[in-house]
């Protein structure tokens, strides 16, 4: 999970394969041991829970940063999908790491 942002205590992250559980693009937002996934489109809850005055401020951000977060999901499928047709591709992958162009 890559953290893409930080701000008033609060985590965002994105995952780059989190797209089968939840097939919308979404966020990870966490404060203080409450964890909570927001969905990009709209920052509806798709699971869990948060302080209402940190969602406000969560959902802020995600207005405000839109577009990028959009892009930051549509590069973090195609990683997946690298991924996914690298590892099907290379026998041993675990024995090497290979770069991944294009990204």
């Known amino acids: 999970m890559a953290t893409i942002s930080m701000f008033y205590g609060i ?13 919308i693009p ?3 937002a966490d404060y203080q041991g ?12 798709l699971a869990g829970n ?4 940190k969602l406000k401020l969560v959902r802020a951000w995600i207005e405000i940063h839109h577009e990028a977060l959009l892009a930051d999901w549509e590069l973090a499928v195609q990683l997946c999908h690298k991924f996914h047709l690298l590892n099907a591709k290379t026998p ?3 024995r090497g790491i290979r770069k991944l162009s294009g990204i």
């Open 11 to 23: 985590i965002i992250s994105m995952m780059s394969m989190d797209n089968k559980q939840h097939a």
């Open 26 to 28: 979404h966020i990870h």
């Open 34 to 45: 409450q964890s909570v996934v927001l969905s990009i489109p709209d920052g509806e809850i």
């Open 50 to 53: 948060f302080s209402p005055k």
């Open 92 to 94: 041993n992958y675990g």
